[in-house]
């Protein structure tokens, strides 16, 4: 059974920066790829980041492009989240996630199979 477990997020000024941690188990993490996605209150889940199995491809959201990097250590089960310039608008709950078969290319249409619990990031003004 696979879980993500995610950590690294909490109250950050705007411009700030903070790092999320994904901790993956369960499944051979090397060969699927990995993405973040974010809720915002009142708002549906929207895709952030994902990262391909071998880290040669990233793909981004627009509003974060620039801003935001995903990456990952196939060695440690993690992916990361490194989020400089923070804006209030990027206050939500983070989640990280997979997905089955062509999973970048599902990850990059919004689609997961498999979600952490998600971690809240809050960007003060």
């Known amino acids: 059974q696979v879980q993500l477990v995610e950590s690294g997020g909490g109250l950050v000024q705007a411009g700030g920066s903070l790092r999320l941690s994904c901790a993956a188990s369960?499944?051979?993490?090397?060969?699927?790829?990995m993405g973040w996605f974010r809720q915002a209150p009142g708002k549906e889940r929207e895709f952030v980041a994902a990262?391909?199995?071998?880290?040669?491809?990233?793909a981004y959201a627009d509003s974060v492009r620039g801003r935001f990097t995903i990456s990952r250590d196939n060695a440690k089960n993690t992916v990361y989240l490194q989020m400089n310039s923070l804006k209030p608008e990027d206050t939500a709950i983070y989640y990280c996630?997979?997905?089955?078969?062509?999973?970048?290319?599902?990850?990059?249409?919004?689609?997961?199979?498999?979600w952490g619990q998600g971690t809240q990031v809050t960007v003060s003004s």
């Open positions: 996630a997979t997905a089955n078969g062509y999973s970048y290319t599902r990850l990059r249409s919004g689609v997961a199979d498999y």
């Open positions: 369960g499944r051979t993490f090397s060969t699927y790829a």
């Open positions: 990262i391909s199995w071998g880290s040669s491809t990233t």
